[in-house]
């Protein structure tokens, strides 16, 4: 056990344990903005979806029924513009994080193989790299990557944590890039329907990918646009090859999704009316703490998209979530991230309308 645990770095959130309990004494309760689990209800037709298809006693499929493919490939489509997607472009998955931690381990690495991903990063891309025993490489631009036995390139846009986004130039640069020298391209987009300062764009859009989808892979969750995060709901769409595959693997380790929830899947990608809905939430969240954290003395960067505002003080990370959390409020310590992000706290807008409120009058 302890030589296999020693193969993954620590678990960063125990570290704020402390500072939570600092914010939880506060007179008027603690406003957790720390991680980015959705608050808000399931839209009522994903819960009707659900429940009608409750009586389930089989099996599902790992690769999912021909309706939720169809709903896959026709959402592609129509929010992506992605064109010429089949059923043999698109895969179900058991939401993202497994994916992500489990897909250098599916694909075939091991030693001497390597995994590319962003300095400042959500923690799983390096954990999936260990898991799979491969080096793991963490770069500021994916093209200063040395391409030797790199053999899956992650890029996150928009990006948890910092919100930025890839401009359609730089994705056509960096899939290119990864083409010439062979290497698969893994785009993970689970906040693509959540820009507001700018307009994020798919690596399965047509100008980015020249059309083909060779090489590519984009992935897609339902958790933050759907507020499905409990029903574990994602996909990938991209390369065929790279996608039967993957589908022979997950069925031999029987990776499927519940059939409810692929039943609730349908529903969800099939109506943008309660993406929209959910979006003017987090867009007045978003601009009640963006404005409080602003006079308060806070510096952000990017955070042009996602459910995240990229916050600095100019201090270390740990003397600012020490001082929001004396206020009641906790943030995670962008060292979480990588060590670039030694100066900065992750703000999250998932946090109800009340405890927003709260925060931004404890700002004030």
């Not at 939570?20 to 603690?30: E, R, V």
């Not at 037709?45 to 089989?58: E, F, M, N, R, V």
């Not at 059939?259 to 943008?272: E, F, K, R, S």
């Not at 979530?321 to 943030?331: E, K, P, Q």
């Amino acid at each position: 056990m302890s030589a296999f645990s020693d193969r993954l770095p620590a678990f960063p959130w125990d570290k704020l344990e402390p500072y939570k309990a600092t914010a939880a004494a506060h007179p008027d309760g603690i406003v957790d903005l720390s991680v980015g689990t959705p608050v808000d209800p399931v839209p009522e037709l994903i819960q009707k979806a659900l429940t009608a298809a409750a009586d389930s006693p089989g099996y599902p499929t790992v690769w999912g029924t021909p309706e939720l493919r169809d709903a896959i490939t026709g959402w592609c489509a129509r929010r992506l513009g992605a064109r010429g997607l089949t059923h043999r472009n698109v895969l179900p998955i058991v939401g993202s994080k497994e994916l992500v931690a489990w897909l250098p381990t599916q694909l075939g690495l091991g030693p001497g193989d390597k995994v590319g991903y962003p300095r400042l990063a959500y923690p799983t891309y390096e954990v999936g790299a260990r898991l799979a025993r491969a080096e793991h490489v963490a770069y500021d631009d994916p093209t200063d990557v040395d391409p030797a036995n790199l053999k899956l390139l992650w890029l996150n846009s928009p990006s948890n944590p910092t919100g930025r986004v890839l401009s359609k130039d730089e994705l056509i640069r960096v899939v290119a890039w990864a083409r010439e020298h062979g290497v698969l391209l893994v785009s993970d987009e689970c906040y693509l329907e959540l820009g507001w300062e700018a307009e994020p764009t798919s690596v399965l859009h047509p100008d980015v990918c020249g059309g083909s989808h060779e090489g590519v892979v984009a992935v897609h969750s339902l958790s933050k646009r759907s507020n499905l995060a409990g029903y574990r709901a994602a996909f990938l769409a991209g390369d065929a090859e790279v996608l039967t595959d993957l589908l022979l693997i997950r069925k031999h380790g029987g990776m499927m999704t519940s059939a409810p929830t692929q039943a609730a899947a349908v529903a969800a990608l099939g109506d943008d009316t309660h993406v929209q809905e959910q979006r003017a939430r987090y867009a007045a969240r978003r601009a009640a703490l963006r404005e409080a954290l602003l006079g308060h003395g806070f510096r952000i960067e990017h955070s042009e998209a996602s459910l995240y505002l990229w916050a600095t003080r100019d201090e270390s990370c740990w003397d600012t979530v020490a001082h929001l959390a004396s206020l009641g409020i906790l943030v995670a310590p962008g060292d979480f991230y990588g060590e670039a992000g030694r100066d900065f706290v992750r703000v999250a807008m998932t946090a109800t309308d009340e405890r927003v409120a709260a925060a931004v009058s404890r700002l004030r």
